[in-house]
C-alpha cells in the first residue's frame, strides 16, 4: 500500500507540474490550495483578486454567477450556499473573513470585479456591469465608509463625476493617488485623490486624452485602448502598467499619464485578448511580469525591461494547474502566483516557484 502511495504520489507530481525554462521562475501548482470551504459555502466566477501587506489574498467573487443547479435551495439539497463576495485567505488556504454581497449597500456593484485592500486596511471595491459607475471605500471588516460616483449608464470617458467599469485599482502611496482602469465602456485610466476622492487626471493609450471612438479589437497599435481596459499595476520603479487586453497588449507610463513604452502581448491572439491581468516577480527589480492570458489559458512570464516571453505554465481546461477564462493573477512577497477563474472556472488556484525573489 505504501509504494502504491508513492507511485501515485509522483503521477500526481508528473501532471500538475510544467516544463523547466532557462530563465525565469517555475511554477507547480499547489492543489491543496484553497482549504475547503467553511458554511457549506461555494463561490461564483472571480471578479478581482489582491494581495495585503500580510500576505493575505483577497477575492471578489460574483455570487449571482452561481447556477441553480449549484445551490442548496434551489434543488432542495444539502450543497450549496453562496459564500459572500469579499473573502480573504491566508497563504495557507484558510477563510480568514468574508463579507459583502448584492444589497449590502444600495450602490453595490452589479458585476463584482475590482478590489484593492490598501496599508491602512481600507477595502476598495468597484464594478465592470452596464451600470457600475462607482468605487466604494469599506473598513477592512467590511463597514462602508465613502464612495465617488454613482450608479447608471456611464456619460463618457470624459466624465470626470463617475466610471465606466472599473476592472482594476491600484494605489501610490507616496501621492496617496488611486489609479483605476476604467474600463469596460469607459476606456481611460482614472487618478483620483486616495483620501478625499477628487478628481486629479485621466489618460487614454499613448498618453492621449481618452476618447469613446468604436475601434477594431486585435490591433496591437490602435490609438486608443479598446474595452475593457482590464488592470493597472504600479512598479516599485513608479511605472504605470495598464492592460489593454482585446488589443493583446500593455502599455507603460508614468505616473502623469506620460507615455512610455508598449509590449505586443501574443499579438495573434483574438477571442477574448491575451493581456488580461499582470503581477510583478516580486524581486528588487521585478524582473519579470507573470501575465494572465485568458484566451490561450496560460500564465505568460515575460521580462519587465523588454516584454520578451521566456516561460509560460498552465493549459486550457478545467484540472488542477489548468485554466478555464483565467480573469486574475496576483503575487505574494514569497513569488507564489494566485489566478481567479470567471466563465464555469469559478475557482482560484495557488502556485509555487521554484526559486525565491532576490529582496
Not at 334 to 354: A, H, L, S, W
Request: glycine share 10%.
Amino acid at each position: 500500500m505504501g509504494k502504491f502511495k508513492l507511485v501515485l504520489a509522483a503521477m500526481t507530481a508528473a501532471l500538475i507540474s510544467y516544463p523547466a525554462f532557462a530563465e525565469g521562475p517555475n511554477y507547480r501548482v499547489d492543489p491543496s490550495w484553497p482549504k475547503q470551504l467553511p458554511n457549506n459555502w461555494i463561490i461564483g466566477q472571480i471578479g478581482g483578486m489582491t494581495v495585503d501587506a500580510q500576505d493575505n489574498i483577497w477575492v471578489f467573487q460574483r455570487p449571482r454567477s452561481l447556477r441553480d443547479v449549484d445551490l442548496a435551495a434551489k434543488k432542495n439539497a444539502r450543497c450549496c450556499q453562496a459564500a459572500p463576495s469579499v473573502m480573504e485567505f491566508d497563504s495557507a488556504g484558510n477563510v480568514v473573513s468574508a463579507w459583502g454581497g448584492p444589497g449590502m449597500v444600495a450602490d453595490w456593484p452589479d458585476t463584482e470585479h475590482g478590489i484593492l485592500v490598501d496599508g491602512k486596511n481600507n477595502v476598495w471595491l468597484t464594478g465592470s456591469g452596464n451600470k457600475d459607475g462607482t468605487l466604494l471605500k469599506f473598513t477592512r471588516d467590511g463597514k462602508f465608509l465613502t464612495k465617488f460616483g454613482h450608479q447608471g449608464p456611464t456619460a463618457g470617458s470624459q466624465d470626470t463625476t463617475a466610471l465606466g467599469g472599473v476592472a482594476s485599482i491600484a494605489l501610490d502611496p507616496q501621492a496617496n493617488e488611486l489609479f483605476m482602469s476604467d474600463g469596460y465602456f469607459n476606456h481611460r485610466v482614472i487618478v483620483l485623490d486616495a483620501d478625499t476622492l477628487a478628481f486629479k487626471r485621466m489618460w487614454g493609450a499613448y498618453g492621449k486624452p481618452p476618447t469613446d471612438m468604436k475601434l477594431p479589437n486585435y490591433n496591437p497599435a490602435s490609438p486608443q485602448f479598446a474595452n475593457p481596459v482590464h488592470c493597472v499595476r504600479i512598479a516599485n520603479d513608479g511605472l504605470v502598467y495598464v492592460c489593454d487586453r482585446t488589443n493583446d497588449r500593455i502599455q507603460v507610463f508614468r505616473k502623469d499619464g506620460t507615455f512610455v513604452k508598449e509590449f505586443p502581448i501574443r499579438p495573434t491572439t483574438h477571442g477574448t485578448g491575451s493581456s488580461y491581468d499582470l503581477a510583478f516577480w516580486p524581486d528588487r527589480n521585478q524582473t519579470w511580469m507573470i501575465i494572465a492570458d485568458g484566451a490561450d489559458g496560460e500564465a505568460v512570464i515575460v521580462r519587465r525591461s523588454d516584454g520578451k516571453e521566456v516561460g509560460s505554465f498552465g493549459h486550457y481546461g478545467k484540472q488542477a494547474g489548468q485554466f478555464h477564462n483565467v480573469h486574475q493573477i496576483v503575487a505574494d512577497s514569497k513569488g507564489n502566483i494566485y489566478t481567479g477563474e470567471v466563465d464555469t472556472g469559478m475557482r482560484v488556484q495557488k502556485f509555487v516557484p521554484d526559486m525565491t525573489p532576490a529582496k
